[in-house]
């Protein structure tokens, strides 16, 4: 769980200050671990059992203070889950709620590597479709290759009707509608 929530525990269950409470979480010793990648907001961290460390406790523990927390990267996980777990690299940002750059956010580039690294995504090939990121399985549902490729299919066949949509009726310009 989340530091602030276990600070808050404490403090309530042996009567002493948040300030102290966060001290003593600050030092914590095994068995209890924080989690290497900073991916909460506010300096928080994400502690953990040695012994549940990749359980689906740990990982349903870590989604829920991701969303409860508001963190970009839970916010990119929802993303991911709600377009069935795949998206080619080039939506990412999109789905991701990040910016490519804008001042004191983060970029989506760096959401992904730190999503990569903490394990919670993946980057792959996939075919003619190109760089993809997926959701890591062991974790999450994904929808499979084939489902992906239709889904891709079926919404540049509708971006494309509301392309010709906007043009016919003049809510454009002709040649400039992306």
Same mark, same amino acid.
């Given at each position: 769980? /989340?530091?602030? /929530?276990?600070?808050?525990?404490?403090?309530?269950?042996?009567? #002493?200050?948040?300030?102290?409470?966060?001290? /003593?979480?600050?030092?914590? %010793?095994?068995?209890?671990?924080?989690?290497?990648?900073? !991916?909460?907001?506010? +300096?928080?961290?994400?502690?953990? !059992?040695? %012994?549940?460390?990749?359980?689906?406790?740990?990982?349903?523990?870590? =989604?829920?203070?991701?969303?409860?927390?508001?963190?970009?990267?839970?916010?990119? &996980?929802?993303?991911?889950?709600?377009?069935?777990?795949?998206?080619?690299?080039? @939506?990412?940002?999109? =789905?991701?709620?990040?910016?490519?750059?804008? %001042?004191?956010? #983060?970029?989506?580039? /760096?959401?992904?590597?730190?999503? &990569?690294?903490?394990?919670?995504?993946? %980057?792959?090939?996939?075919?003619?479709?190109?760089?993809?990121? @997926?959701?890591?399985?062991? &974790?999450?549902?994904?929808?499979?290759?084939?489902?992906?490729?239709?889904? #891709?299919?079926?919404?540049?066949? =509708? !971006?494309?009707?509301?392309?010709?949509?906007?043009?016919?009726? +003049?809510?454009? @310009?002709?040649?400039?509608?992306?």
């Amino acid at each position: 769980m /989340r530091s602030s /929530r276990i600070a808050a525990e404490i403090s309530k269950n042996f009567g #002493i200050t948040n300030d102290t409470a966060k001290k /003593r979480i600050s030092r914590v %010793k095994p068995p209890v671990y924080k989690f290497p990648i900073q !991916l909460l907001p506010k +300096g928080e961290t994400f502690l953990y !059992l040695e %012994k549940d460390r990749n359980s689906d406790r740990f990982w349903e523990g870590m =989604i829920r203070d991701l969303r409860e927390a508001g963190s970009i990267y839970g916010i990119a &996980i929802d993303g991911l889950l709600s377009r069935g777990g795949v998206v080619q690299i080039s @939506s990412f940002g999109v =789905i991701s709620g990040s910016p490519e750059v804008q %001042k004191n956010q #983060i970029p989506f580039l /760096r959401v992904l590597e730190n999503l &990569i690294e903490a394990s919670l995504v993946k %980057k792959s090939e996939i075919g003619e479709l190109g760089e993809c990121i @997926s959701l890591n399985q062991n &974790i999450f549902p994904v929808m499979s290759i084939p489902e992906f490729r239709a889904q #891709i299919v079926a919404e540049n066949l =509708i !971006l494309d009707a509301f392309r010709e949509w906007v043009r016919n009726l +003049g809510f454009a @310009s002709f040649n400039l509608v992306e």
